[in-house]
């Protein structure tokens, strides 16, 4: 009986494919004389059945136990020579491990059949197209190579020992091993110069439909200012309103970039690259002389970038201590230094503005100030895509109220000046301007120096001096860093 019901059962699938070269030759050849087996036991259910299994999508749910079978599929008494005639009820089968939500790993699904009557005696699934195979697991796979991504079909049954054929299944897998993508199209308004939001345009690619989104702002230093969960957004065009507080505050203005994090509903992640945008909002400038509460640190600063040669050199020097200062270069310097310029910046050494002609911005108007102020920082955007913003330093200090105000008008909320100055300028030695300096130096102080030969000389022995006595030399962001975390 075996052989035969071997061949019954083998018959009853190649029924269910709708394929009639499933026939097992070897089967055939090994079968013993015995009755002929008057055909296909399943042939009431080909009747029903569409040639492609995958066209019953229809049926997308798991079966329930409580569901029945379709009828039709009940063999006719009169053609099925079963062994266990009685049993005209086919096996119910139901899957475990498929759900609706998209994977990133392969998802297992396990088949359980039961048979009241005459008991089951093979379970039988594919995948989408694939070959028909028995079993009661599959794993639809998730290749790294994302070659498995998109929604599959399970399909799946059982047959019992009377050669009854349950109805095919179909349960959906859906699979997504790529990370979204993400294009920016543009930022705007940039420059920012109103308090209104600034508005991120973007393209996500993303398979699955819809990623979750993080937001990130880093200033032009690096530093992160802004964390902020995003809602959920749908792939393709989008935007994002980015509000530019932090703390309840408005930013400080400067140059920022963003990036978000989108992670799709499989769990895959990707990080965007950084679109910059310039806030050059009008704010109320202040005055800083030092900043006490910044620890031992000390911020040097250097101004003019009147050497290119000196100033190449304290670069060089900071670049060899690791640490970073602070330049405030004319804006003609710093288009005749371009290349320096953007190596500066590219160091992490931080830049602020000095205006244009080295005037004295209190014998200007208002007008006169701002436009100093516009031509430099244009120049570095120009040179380097960074900006002075929010750091100035008046030429000859002068800071009335007219220029605090035109200052802060133009987004530079820190008018940077100095506590101590060892006049570099006045033709003194390096040894001589190292002793002034480090003679003189406190917690948070703020060191006035000028791109000369004699100081580039002398910063060496300034960093090493500040090394022994337990200062750090660090930029102005740095500084105002330190500061803000001890406050
Ligand atoms: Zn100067």
Redesign the pocket.
């Known amino acids: 009986m075996i052989p035969i019901r071997t061949l019954m059962l083998t018959a009853a699938v190649a029924a269910t494919l709708g394929v009639t070269a499933w026939t097992t030759a070897d089967n055939m050849a090994a079968l013993p004389a015995g009755p002929p087996v008057a055909g296909p036991p399943a042939v009431a259910g080909v009747a029903v059945l569409p040639n492609d299994l995958s066209g019953t999508a229809g049926r997308a749910g798991i079966l329930e136990p409580g569901d029945s079978p379709s009828p039709s599929n009940t063999p006719s008494p009169s053609t099925s020579p079963s062994p266990s005639p009685s049993d005209t009820t086919p096996p119910v089968t139901v899957a475990r491990g498929a759900d609706t939500r998209w994977h990133r790993k392969p998802v297992a699904i396990a088949f359980t059949a039961t048979d009241a009557g005459s008991g089951v005696a093979s379970t039988w699934y594919r995948i989408d197209t694939g070959p028909l195979k028995q079993g009661t697991l599959v794993v639809v796979p998730a290749s790294a190579d994302h070659k498995d991504d998109g929604s599959h079909l399970v399909t799946f049954f059982s047959i019992d020992n009377a050669a009854n054929r349950e109805t095919p299944q179909q349960v959906t897998v859906k699979i997504d091993t790529t990370a979204p993508v993400l294009r920016w199209k543009g930022v705007s308004p940039s420059p920012v110069t109103t308090q209104k939001a600034l508005i991120a345009r973007f393209f996500v690619r993303e398979a699955s439909g819809s990623v979750a989104t993080a937001l990130c702002v880093y200033d032009q230093y690096g530093a992160l200012v802004l964390r902020r969960a995003g809602p959920r957004r749908a792939a393709g065009a989008g935007s994002l309103a980015v509000l530019l507080r932090a703390a309840g505050r408005p930013l400080t203005p400067g140059l920022y970039r963003l990036q978000l994090t989108l992670t799709d509903q499989a769990g895959n992640h990707s990080v965007t690259s950084l679109a910059p945008f310039r806030d050059y909002r009008p704010v109320r400038a202040t005055v800083t002389f030092d900043l006490p509460r910044a620890g031992r640190r000390v911020a040097l600063t250097f ?2 970038g009147n050497d290119e040669a000196a100033w190449a050199r304290i670069v060089n020097t900071l670049r060899a201590y690791q640490v970073h200062g602070t330049f405030f270069a004319l804006g003609p310097k710093v288009v005749a230094y371009a290349a320096l310029a953007r190596r500066t910046v590219a160091a992490g050494d931080a830049i602020g503005s ?1 205006g244009w002609t ?1 005037t004295d911005m209190e014998l200007q108007s208002a007008a006169q100030i701002r436009r100093e102020l516009a031509l430099s920082t244009a120049a570095w955007w120009r040179v380097a895509r960074a900006t002075p913003v929010p750091y100035m330093r008046p ?1 000859y200090g002068a800071k009335d109220a007219a220029v605090l105000s035109a200052a802060g008008a133009s987004g530079f909320e820190h008018v940077m000046l100095w506590d101590v100055d060892p006049q570099d300028w006045r033709h003194i030695g390096s040894a001589e301007i190292a002793e002034r300096v480090l003679s003189h130096v406190h917690p948070g102080a703020i060191v006035c120096m000028h791109t000369l030969p004699t100081t580039a000389a002398a910063l060496p022995q300034i960093l090493s001096g500040l090394r022994a006595m337990g200062y750090r030399a660090v930029s102005l962001p740095e500084l105002f860093a330190a500061a803000a975390r001890r406050r």
């Open positions: 101004d003019d000095h080295h030429p």
